[in-house]
C-alpha cells in the first residue's frame, strides 16, 4: 500500500524462494502454484500492516507483464476481481516500469527528468531514458541473457546456491585477486545492447573439471561480478554521454548489488539513484508508485495478463 507514489504503508512480499533455490532456479508451474496460494494472504496482511480498509483505497495496482504466464494470469485475475468487488479503478502497470519507480519510493531526493535508468532484472537488461513520467524510449538491451540470469547461471557453475547475483556478491567479498580477461562482448559495437552468453561459456570452459578452493571461488565470483558491471557500465555510460543526461536510475534486483551501485557512482559524474536492496527486488509498492504516476485505469473486463508486453 503506496500513498502519492512515495510513501510506502505497507509492502508485503510473498516470496518462493527457498523452492527455487531447492531446485535451482524457477519452474514456472512451481511459482504459479505458490502464488495461488499466498495471493490472498499476502492481501489481507498488507492491508493489516497499512491499517487500511478496502474502501480506502483509491486505486488497485498490477503487473501486467512481462513475465511468466503463469504468474501473471493470477495476479491479473486477482486484482480484476478485487476491483470488481471493492468498486475500485484497476491500473494496469508494465513490471519494468514498475521497477523504475523504485527509485520514488521513501526517496527525499526523487529523480529528475530528463533521465537514464539501467532496468537489470531475471529477465531484462534495458537502457531507457525518460523525459517524463511514462515518456520513455527504449535504447538497447540484451541480445541473450539478461544480466541476472548471467549472475544465476554462472554461479550455479561455482556450485553457489539459487539467487545467484546475491551469492555471487557475497562470495566475491573475500576476494583477493580480479582476473579481467573474463570477455566483455559487444564493448565497442556502437549500439546500447548487452550480452552474457559468451561470459557464462568462459565461465563454464574455465570450471570444467576443476575443483575451487574458497579463495578460488571468491576470486572467480568478484571476476564475473566485474565482468557483468564493467559491461553494464560501459553502455550506460555512453548513452549518458550521448543524450547528455545528469541523472541515472539503477533498476531491478540486480540493482541491489553493491558493485555495481559503487562503479556507477565512480564513473558518472551526475547524480545515481538506486533504491534500497529490498525495493530494487520485485515488490508490490514499486507497482504501486508506478501507478500513481502513470494512473491510466482500465475497465477490469479489458485488462489481460501479457507475458510478453515490453515497452
Ligand atoms: O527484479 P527481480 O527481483 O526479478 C525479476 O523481475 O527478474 O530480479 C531477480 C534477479 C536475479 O537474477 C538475482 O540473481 C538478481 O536479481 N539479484 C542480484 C542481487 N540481488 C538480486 N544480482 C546481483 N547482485 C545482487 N545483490
Ligand atoms: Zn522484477
Keep these: 500500500m503506496v500513498e502519492d507514489g512515495v ?8 516470496s518462493s524462494l527457498p523452492l527455487h533455490a531447492k531446485t535451482g532456479g524457477i519452474i514456472p508451474e512451481t511459482a504459479a502454484r505458490e502464488q495461488l496460494r499466498l495471493m490472498i494472504p499476502t492481501v489481507e496482511k498488507a492491508l493489516l500492516e497499512s491499517k ?11 503487473t501486467q507483464g512481462p513475465g511468466l504466464l503463469g504468474s501473471l494470469l493470477i495476479g491479473v485475475e486477482t486484482a480484476k476481481t478485487l476491483s470488481f468487488v471493492w468498486n475500485k479503478p484497476l491500473v494496469p502497470i508494465n513490471h519494468l516500469v514498475g521497477h523504475v519507480y523504485a527509485n520514488w519510493l521513501e526517496n527525499p531526493s526523487p529523480p529528475k527528468f530528463p533521465n537514464l535508468t539501467l532496468i ?6 534495458e537502457l531507457v531514458i525518460a523525459g517524463n513520467h511514462g515518456d520513455f524510449e527504449w535504447l538497447g538491451g540484451t541480445r541473450d541473457d539478461a544480466a541476472g540470469e548471467a549472475f544465476d547461471k554462472t554461479a550455479r557453475v561455482l556450485g553457489l546456491t539459487y539467487p545467484g547475483g546475491p551469492a555471487i ?5 573475500s576476494h583477493k585477486h580480479i582476473d579481467n580477461s573474463l570477455p566483455r562482448p559487444l564493448h565497442d559495437s556502437g549500439d546500447f545492447d548487452f550480452s552474457f552468453s559468451g561470459l557464462k561459456t568462459a565461465v563454464v570452459n574455465k570450471a570444467s573439471n576443476k575443483r575451487f578452493s574458497d579463495q ?3 576470486d572467480f565470483a568478484a571476476s564475473i561480478q566485474e565482468a557483468i558491471v564493467d559491461s553494464l557500465l560501459n553502455k550506460t555510460l555512453k548513452a549518458a554521454k550521448k543524450y547528455n543526461v545528469k541523472e541515472l536510475l539503477l533498476a531491478g534486483g540486480v540493482a541491489a548489488n553493491a558493485r555495481l551501485t559503487e562503479k556507477a557512482r565512480e564513473s558518472f559524474s551526475g547524480k545515481v539513484h538506486v533504491a534500497p536492496p529490498k525495493l530494487c527486488v520485485d515488490n508490490g509498492a514499486m507497482i504501486a508508485a508506478a501507478a500513481f504516476f502513470n494512473y491510466k485505469p482500465v475497465p477490469w473486463q479489458d485488462v489481460q495478463a501479457d507475458s510478453g508486453l515490453f515497452f
Excluded: M, R
Excluded at 7 to 14: F, G, Q, R, T, Y
Excluded at 120 to 125: A, D, K, N, Q, Y
Design 120 to 125: 537489470v532484472s531475471g529477465g531484462h537488461s
Design 216 to 218: 578460488e571461488t571468491a
Design 52 to 62: 487500511l480498509k478496502p474502501q480506502d483505497l483509491d486505486a488497485i495496482a498490477v
Design 7 to 14: 510513501k510506502i504503508l505497507s509492502n508485503v512480499v510473498a
Design 169 to 173: 556478491q557475497k562470495a566475491a567479498a
